[in-house]
């Protein structure tokens, strides 16, 4: 499931995007662009567990 986890926040950033972009309230601007920003670097950190095609070929030379 991790693995899954930046596809996720990758498409949650552009849903608060399309929804912020849409809402005219005081500061709505730099909430949005804001949790953009978060969910963003959540994204960025769980790239760590997508598998690797190095660490699978390693593993098929090795044997």
Request: proline residues 2%; charged residues 15%; positive net charge.
């Amino acid at each position: 499931m991790k693995r899954h986890m930046t596809s996720i926040f990758i498409l949650v950033t552009a849903i608060i995007l399309v929804f912020g972009s849409k809402l005219h309230f005081q500061w709505s601007g730099i909430v949005t662009w804001g949790l953009a920003a978060i969910c963003l670097s959540v994204a960025a950190y769980y790239t760590k567990y997508i598998p690797s095609n190095k660490k699978q070929e390693d593993k098929k030379s090795g044997e």
